[in-house]
Nanobody, 120 residues
Framework: QVQLVESGGGLVQPGGSLRLSCAASGSIFNIRATDWYRQAPGQERELVGTITAAGTSYSESVKGRFAISRDNAKNTVYLQMNSLKPEDTAVYYC???????????????WGQGTQVTVSS
């Protein structure tokens, strides 16, 4: 069983910063990629960015403001969000492609989400 737990959300003023964490636990042989998504009320879930062994990629809406990093020893991925705007308000989710054991295929696992609100 694999679990992903996000943390770090909250209320921040425009121009401020937050750092979200996505901690994976359980049976983990390898994590191939971790994505950050967000979903604002009434909107579809949007891919924010991805981190793999090859590097990171970001959506145009957050490029230059957000940065994804990871601590492999802790199985934790971070989303550093700077210069936050009201339109960044959403529930943020992480999704990881995990191989639970060496005998299994990669599967997608989702966290429960964390609310980020950008408002003055």
């Amino acid at each position: 069983q694999v679990q992903l737990v996000e943390s770090g959300g909250g209320l921040v003023q425009p121009g401020g910063s937050l750092r979200l964490s996505c901690a994976a636990s359980g049976s983990i042989f390898n994590i191939r990629a971790t994505d950050w998504y967000r979903q604002a009320p009434g909107q579809e879930r949007e891919l924010v960015g991805t981190i793999t062994a090859a590097g990171t990629s970001y959506s145009e809406s957050v490029k230059g403001r957000f940065a994804i990093s990871r601590d492999n020893a802790k199985n934790t991925v971070y989303l550093q969000m700077n210069s936050l705007k009201p339109e960044d308000t959403a529930v943020y989710y992480c999704k990881a492609q995990v191989m639970p054991t060496r005998w299994e295929r990669y599967r997608d696992y989702w966290g429960q989400g964390t609310q980020v609100t950008v408002s003055s």
